[in-house]
């Protein structure tokens, strides 16, 4: 059995590992190619775009899958939509293993917006100095807001377009509580822009905005395919694999 693994996340590489000693399957992780020097899942991968649903139907045809598992970030939904349209030309099954949103506690003072544009927009009324943790792609959406001050964390550097005021922090998660708290009283952040991603890496920056007492603008996630099996975690999709 040849199963896909449409990747890009911590737990795209952790279902990797789970099957690797799996000696009936083999399993090939597939990566986009965004990051310079990605975190390699054990196993089999390939690297790049398939070049659209044709492109993956033409893949998934030629490397006879037969089973495909999209595993990808909430946010990469071009990907999604492919996988799904896909599998159903070649009838093959698609499993989406999706980590659930985060959810508000009491003392979150969260701004759920539908965009990054929508973000932008928000913002000059909640702070100045922003920490945007949405990546590297699609920081232009905040190039017009030239009064506030942006300190943008992302894996590679950003390209232009970008704000006028920018600093750049290099990293990469997980990230501690401890190293949060410090980005937000270093850099003197009052206002958090964060993606719904979901999972622990990133989670401790919005503990740390709440004990500050700082507004979060939060993206809310594209709309996942329709009719596609999804599960929370790598355990629930080892189970679902059994069945199949
Ligand atoms: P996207 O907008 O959904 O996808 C754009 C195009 O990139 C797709 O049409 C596809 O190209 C290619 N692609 C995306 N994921 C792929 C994969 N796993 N294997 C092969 N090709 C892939 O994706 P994105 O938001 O740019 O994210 C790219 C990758 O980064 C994803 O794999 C995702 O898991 C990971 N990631 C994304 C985010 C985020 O915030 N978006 C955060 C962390 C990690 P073709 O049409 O040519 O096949």
Known sequence: MH???LGGTTEARELAAALADRTELKVTSSLAGRVAHPRLPVGGVRVGGFGGVAGLV?????ERVDAVIDATHPFAGAISRNAAEAAAEVHVPLL???RPSWVPVPGDRWHPVGSLDE???ALPALGSRVFLTTGRQGLGAFAVL???HFLAR????????MPRHIEVLLDRGPFTLDGERAVLREHRIDVLVTKDSGGAATAPKLTAARE???PVVIVRRPEPPAGV?????VPSALDRLAQL
């Open 96 to 98: 989406a293993l999706r």
């Open 58 to 62: 033409a893949w998934l045809r030629a």
């Open 229 to 233: 099996p999804t599960v929370p975690d």
């Open 146 to 148: 030239d009064g506030l």
């Open 119 to 121: 973000a932008a927009a």
């Open 154 to 161: 992302s894996v590679d550097a950003p390209e232009p377009p």
């Open 3 to 5: 199963i896909l693994i």
């Open 212 to 214: 500050l007492g700082l």
